[in-house]
């Protein structure tokens, strides 16, 4: 994302002005609106930039972090395979979507990561090395960013289908809703 948008100064040599200009559109429509999100790797980063938060440029630029991005190298599979431990925060929406589940293993293919969080955010899970890798805003049905890639091979690991199908049951709730008006 682009570092001005989250107060920053300098050139990201990959930035997308238009994608950056588009998802923080949607995203502030989208929690206006009261339209669930689910919101996939840079998704989180777009989130936390759209309620005011800040991100780490570069998290490889910080000893305190592990590698959170994949390997080029390597087989797509391995790539987003399970690389690493996420401890989930109780009391919030992921908990409430995998319940009696405090710690799981995740992919991780990325090379920002959520620095501060808008006070609209709550961290809802957090890397072994402190990184925050899932965050909902208040007061919403169903408003969910996740930093890894459940979507990948999601009907053999469990807790994806259960995020999935949490959004899903949101985005019916939602629907049901809009047609009682």
Not at 113 to 129: N, W
């Amino acid at each position: 994302m682009q570092p001005h948008l989250y107060g920053e100064n300098g050139d990201e040599s990959d930035a997308d002005p238009g994608r950056d200009l588009l998802s923080m559109a949607l995203i502030t429509a989208g929690l206006e609106r009261r339209i669930p999100i689910f919101a996939i790797c840079r998704g989180l980063q777009e989130i936390v930039v759209a309620t005011g938060g800040t991100l780490y440029r570069r998290l490889c630029d910080h000893s305190q972090f592990l590698e959170h991005r994949e390997d080029a190298e390597l087989p797509v599979e391995q790539q987003y395979a399970p690389s690493h431990e996420v401890q989930v925060q109780q009391g919030g929406l992921l908990s409430q979507l995998i319940p009696g589940c405090s710690t799981f293993w995740v992919n991780s293919l990325h090379g920002q990561g959520a620095k501060t969080l808008g006070p609209q955010l709550r961290v809802e899970a957090r890397s072994q090395d402190g990184l925050v890798e899932a965050a909902s805003v208040h007061d919403h049905p169903f408003a969910l960013g996740v930093q890894w890639h459940p979507e990948w091979n999601s009907s053999e690991y469990a807790l994806s289908r259960l995020l999935l199908e949490g959004f899903i049951t949101a985005c019916q709730n939602h629907l049901a809703e809009k047609q009682r008006l």
